[in-house]
T-cell receptor, first 112, second 118 residues
Framework: DTGVSQNPRHKITKRGQNVTFRCDPISEHNRLYWYRQTLGQGPEFLTYFQNEAQLEKSRLLSDRFSAERPKGSFSTLEIQRTEQGDSAMYLC??????????FGEGSRLTVL | AQKITQTQPGMFVQEKEAVTLDCTYDTSDQSYGLFWYKQPSSGEMIFLIYQGSYDEQNATEGRYSLNFQKARKSANLVISASQLGDSAMYFCAMREGPRGSTLGRLYFGRGTQLTVWP
């Protein structure tokens, strides 16, 4: 499968715990994006990498959120001290500056 | 102000009929791109069609076409000959700046849930 891969697909955690999501983009894509989608809403932009450089961050990305793409390939999104409001689907996407984004199936987070 | 507005929370269409999903956008940029994505219940966002702001002709991809009315700032998706498998959430999105721009983010609307019935 050469699509965008995300794991875990589902994560249930208790408030206050840390969670980490991983995204493996399409191999030849140099751009990688993280979005968050809550119920009944469209995806909201969180952050974007071109190769290993994080070029843009949304105000939604609070201090508890950190994203990395250390070698310009896979990326991780960590949420520290999770809150119930962090419950959402976290979507990863990639492209090669051709316009359309190719999305993974998402990682669903439930914070109890 | 919302960058993308989709005013139809839900739409119903009978199989084999055509349906139009509405989308209006707000930008002061002269160069921008408009996208439609489909999100089935599995959750994956599937790219359907793209329209650049300088494209003179409406984009078409198989059964999908984009009715682009620049002066009205609308980019409606038309699905012809609906199929049961078209039942899904549909999102309109916009990227500001030219294609390939370092301004990578897409702004999404709230989506329209399309239900196709037999």
């Amino acid at each position: 499968d050469t699509g965008v891969s995300q794991n875990p697909r589902h994560k249930i955690t208790k408030r206050g715990q840390n969670v980490t999501f991983r995204c493996d983009p399409i191999s030849e894509h140099n751009r990688l994006y993280w979005y968050r989608q809550t119920l009944g809403q469209g995806p909201e932009f969180l952050t974007y990498f071109q190769n290993e450089a994080q070029l843009e961050k949304s105000r939604l990305l609070s201090d508890r959120f950190s994203a990395e793409r250390p070698k310009g390939s896979f990326s991780t999104l960590e949420i520290q001290r999770t809150e119930q409001g962090d419950s959402a689907m976290y979507l990863c996407a990639s492209n090669q500056a051709t316009g359309e984004l190719f999305f993974g199936e998402g990682s669903r987070l439930t914070v109890l | 102000a919302q960058k993308i507005t989709q005013t139809q929370p839900g739409m119903f269409v009978q199989e084999k009929e055509a349906v139009t999903l509405d989308c209006t956008y707000d930008t002061s940029d002269q160069s921008y791109g408009l996208f439609w994505y489909k999100q089935p219940s599995s959750g994956e966002m599937i790219f359907l069609i793209y329209q650049g702001s300088y494209d003179e002709q409406n984009a078409t991809e198989g059964r999908y076409s984009l009715n682009f009315q620049k002066a009205r700032k609308s980019a409606n998706l038309v699905i012809s000959a609906s199929q049961l498998g078209d039942s899904a959430m549909y999102f309109c999105a916009m990227r500001e700046g030219p294609r390939g721009s370092t301004l990578g983010r897409l702004y999404f609307g709230r989506g329209t849930q399309l239900t196709v019935w037999p």
